[in-house]
């Protein structure tokens, strides 16, 4: 069986390098963001006057790697058998992936696991596709051709998760809550996971056993692994070892029983700058400890101004706050915009507002980010401007505080700005944000 990688839009520039660029326009410096993950995958310029101190602050970042450098990872796992051996005999075999949340480009990789599978002798018709959404919203046909390639989308039945019906219930947590799993997965006898290991505020990074718990779990389960995290109380970014939130999920996937894992890292322009294949919990820490070199950047701190860009999780306002993960620390004298400036949060937002089934207004865990316990430390005593050209102010109003700014357009930001600092200022731009960890950290 011969498959197509499908979706191919991921080159954000010709530029060989950083896609995230400086440059002086005569009165303007000009810097470039990545823009529109999985809807466009631009460049996007802002422009500030010269005579601002501004910074352009990017991770470590990493080269993307070749069609052929995932082919011979996934063919070489390196904590487990071969593919091709542990699907042998398997009837009803599982392929679970995330969604357009993240930069995870399973176009690249489903091909080449299921011709490992067909190899094995096992018929395309035994196999599903399973989404993993947690309480995200279903994929359209036209987000499962950019995710995993129209002859894939043409060959294998997909299934959205839905986390509200098509439950099992397979005990407890490590935490005591109640554990209702997709049944198409629970039942499977051949479960394998394709993620991004990408940050994450709670769960220390996401990928691995994330694509379980909370990805195919059920509301009520959903909302026992978020509640905690939502009050402030467990969980740190860029850190797994000792994280309690990262070991319940981390035993749930064991419990339900995850036959083969692949595990990607990104670079800043959302492309697979690495790949990690094998067991469950030695594939994913091979992930994590790569990770956390291509990610960490050299964060200043008391910045007059921080602009946060939310890509590669830049599809919607929901997922928008994730431009934050760079200020990855709660420590008081590591305040990456001192106490009185500002944070402009930018978003391409071709999703609208988004989709939480959990955390939107008039759902369960619904608050606003500045009454979160991820985020709460972050809003206070700051003033908060969203960029996004494609939102209106109500999108914004039930996650923002009041006095949020929305603008439609750049030079807006740059005119609200020069309103409150009438002297040079220093700026610092975070291009990926969501990526982007603090090394200090480590």
């Not at 807006?412 to 220093?426: A, G, N, Q, S």
Request: glycine share 8%; hydrophobic share 35%.
């Amino acid at each position: 069986m011969s498959l197509s990688t499908g979706f191919r839009s991921r080159d954000l520039s010709s530029e060989k390098e950083n896609p995230c660029l400086s440059s002086a326009m005569g009165d303007y410096l000009s810097i470039k963001i990545p823009w529109k993950c999985w809807f466009g995958n631009e460049l996007f310029n802002l422009t500030f006057p010269s005579n601002w101190d501004v910074k352009n602050i990017s991770m470590n970042d990493a080269k993307p790697i070749s069609d052929e450098e995932i082919r011979t990872k996934i063919l070489n796992p390196s904590s487990s058998q071969r593919l091709k051996e542990l699907v042998k005999g398997k009837s009803k075999p599982v392929i679970v992936i995330d969604d357009l949340h993240r930069p995870t480009e399973s176009y690249r990789i489903v091909p080449i696991i299921l011709k490992e599978m067909t190899d094995a002798g096992i018929e395309t018709e035994q196999i599903d596709i399973l989404v993993s959404l947690g309480a995200h919203r279903p994929m359209s046909r036209e987000d499962l051709e950019k995710k995993i390639g129209n002859d894939v989308v043409n060959t294998l039945k997909v299934y959205n998760h839905n986390p509200y019906e098509n439950l099992k219930l397979i005990g407890k947590s490590s935490l005591g809550g109640s554990l209702y799993l997709n049944r198409f997965l629970v039942e499977s006898d051949m479960k394998i996971i394709i993620g991004s290991v990408i940050p994450h505020p709670y769960a220390g990074f996401g990928g691995g056993a994330k694509l379980i718990l909370p990805g195919l779990a059920g509301i009520d389960t959903i909302e026992q692994n978020h509640k905690l995290a939502y009050a402030g109380k467990s969980g740190t970014i860029g850190i797994v070892e000792g994280n309690e939130r990262r070991d319940e999920m981390e035993n749930t996937a064991k419990m339900v029983g995850i036959d083969f894992s692949v595990n990607t890292v990104s670079n800043s322009k959302g492309q697979t700058a690495g790949i990690f294949a094998g067991r469950l919990t030695e594939s994913y820490c091979e992930a994590v400890k790569y990770a956390q070199k291509v990610y960490a950047t050299n964060v200043p701190y008391n910045l007059d101004v921080g602009v946060f860009n939310a890509f590669p999780k830049d599809n919607g306002v929901v997922q928008s706050f994730s431009a934050l993960n760079v200020w990855s620390t709660h420590n008081e004298n590591k305040q990456v915009v001192k106490p009185g400036g500002t944070i402009v949060i930018c978003s391409s937002s071709p999703d609208g507002v988004g989709y939480h089934g959990l955390t939107d207004k008039g759902m369960r865990l619904h608050m606003r980010r500045d009454k979160h316990g991820s985020f709460k430390h972050i809003f206070s005593n700051r003033k908060i401007i969203f960029f996004s050209p494609t939102l209106i102010r109500k999108d914004i109003q039930d996650f923002l505080p009041e006095t949020t700014l929305l603008c439609r357009k750049w030079s807006l930001v740059v005119e609200e700005l020069k309103k409150t600092y009438h002297t040079k200022i220093e700026v610092g731009v975070f291009p990926s944000g969501p990526l982007q960890i603090d090394k200090h950290v480590f």
